[in-house]
């Protein structure tokens, strides 16, 4: 029995220039913050600031887009559909356009975060080699599969430029097949995601830890559970609107529903990113409480706390309970 979804439309063109500019502040101030936890710390800014800075533009780039398409009508609009099939319009050429756009921006926006996060983790657990060699590996996937997408998307027409933004019916027929390649992008995402976010557990359950302490530093690399619910949400979207047409004929709504999604991923996790660093800076909040409240500090603040490690003269940072067969590990934060 086939399956049969018709989607909900969005319509809500000022709720979405609303979300569209708190992302535009989110980003910034994440990224602003990270900084601040790495002065506040004193430990030298290394490789995986630099990726988050830099994919914060692409970021950046991507909302630009969004916020354009929606204030112009691409995004929110609606296909005119006759027999069945949406009619060419100068409307759904300028959503091709917004389309290709997004699209090829997106997949350097996604390698670069995600090389971030693999790089914050191969610092933060530098002593141990075969996860420095996994790290290593993942950062080589990462790599080839956004570039590698990148030009996949960027010459899905050839060097056709003008075919990109072609009516739909056209497009289809005579670029790449999209429909599979972005199916293959969609679950590749949402893969990569899942191992990396995954990739550190497996270690800190082998520290010399209490369990609590366990538990506090898993929720703090398992925060990417949020961007692989905006992948899968994406990916689901994607697939009902590209191979249930029959109940999903608006192919500009639909294109609507797939960018929103993208753009939710990818804001969520430029956030993501940028979270496991925050220690020092929620360090100084929670002293800053307890001076304000007179409350003493009748415990330590956890891993991505200050009080729970000793500066060391190398710029890296020690804790005494991160620890394994007898061997302290330097963790940087």
């Known amino acids: 029995m086939e399956y049969h979804r018709a989607l909900l439309h969005v319509n809500d063109r000022t709720g979405l220039i609303v979300m569209t500019s708190i992302f535009f502040l989110t980003g910034i101030f994440a990224v602003s913050l990270r900084f601040y936890s790495r002065r506040l710390s004193k430990v030298p800014l290394g490789l995986d600031d630099w990726f988050a800075l ?36 100068a409307l759904e050429v300028l959503v091709q356009k917004y389309k290709y756009a997004f699209q090829t921006t997106e997949k350097i926006a996604f390698g670069l975060i ?40 960027l010459f899905q027409c050839g060097t056709h430029w003008d075919w990109n933004w072609a009516p739909i019916g056209f497009f289809l027929t005579e670029c790449t097949d999209t429909l599979n390649m972005l199916t293959v992008f969609c679950g590749t995402d949402v893969l990569t995601d899942f191992v990396i976010m995954l990739m550190p557990v497996p ?49 500009i709504a639909d294109f609507t529903l797939f960018i929103l999604w993208s753009e939710i991923e990818v804001n969520v996790a430029m956030i993501v990113c940028c979270m496991p660093v925050f220690g020092p800076v929620l360090g100084q909040c929670r002293d800053t409480l307890y001076r304000r409240f007179g409350r003493s500090k009748d415990g330590e603040f956890g891993l991505l706390g200050p009080s729970t490690s000793e500066s060391t003269n190398d710029g890296k940072t020690r804790l005494a309970s991160f620890s394994a067969s007898n061997r302290s590990y330097p963790h940087y934060e």
């Open 54 to 89: 830099s994919s914060l533009f692409f970021v950046l780039a991507l909302n630009g887009i969004f916020l354009s398409g929606v204030i112009q009508g691409a995004i929110t609009g609606h296909s005119i559909v006759l027999n069945n099939w949406p009619q060419p319009s």
């Open 114 to 153: 995600k090389t971030s996060i693999l790089l914050l983790w191969k610092r933060m657990l530098s002593p141990i080699r075969s996860f420095q060699l996994l790290c290593w590996v993942m950062i080589g996937i990462v790599a080839a599969w956004s570039i590698s997408f990148f030009f996949a998307t």
């Open 203 to 251: 270690i800190i359950w082998k520290l010399k830890m209490s369990v609590k302490k366990k538990i506090g530093v898993t929720s703090v690399f398992m925060v990417g559970i949020f961007t692989i619910g905006a992948g899968v949400a994406r990916t689901y979207i994607y697939l009902v609107t590209s191979y249930d047409k029959e109940d999903n004929l608006d192919f």
